[in-house]
């Protein structure tokens, strides 16, 4: 059974930062590519980022210049480094895994989730 577990979230205030990570166990790490998603109160589920297997990212327009994503396939850890935090991005953060496709259309998410952690941003 893949498992993901993310760690890392807490409260921060508003412009501030949080790195968030993601620790895969009982997968082939280096051949899934991992993205970011949220979810707030009442809302759908929303792509955030995402790399490939080779190193190819992609962020939603809205974090972009801020957030950051990055994995480490030796620690098979993926990374949300995100600065300049607003209160609409509170959100419970998940991560997931899926083939290449994910970061081209993050529409599309793989079948892997994690449990999610909460990020809440307030002053």
């Known amino acids: 059974q893949v498992q993901l577990v993310e760690s890392g979230g807490g409260s921060v205030q508003p412009w501030g930062s949080l790195r968030l990570s993601c620790a895969a166990s009982r997968i082939s790490f280096q051949i899934y590519a991992l993205g970011w998603y949220r979810q707030a109160p009442g809302q759908q589920r929303e792509f955030v980022a995402a790399v490939s297997t080779t190193g190819t990212t992609n962020y939603a327009d809205s974090v972009k210049g801020r957030f950051t994503i990055s994995r480490d396939n030796a620690k098979k850890t993926v990374y949300l480094y995100m600065n300049i935090l607003e209160p609409e991005e509170t959100a419970v953060y998940y991560c997931?895994?899926?083939?290449?496709?994910?970061?081209?259309?993050?529409?599309?998410?793989?079948?892997?989730w994690g449990q999610g952690t909460q990020v809440t941003v307030s002053s």
């Open positions: 997931n895994a899926g083939p290449d496709r994910i970061v081209a259309r993050p529409h599309t998410p793989g079948v892997y």
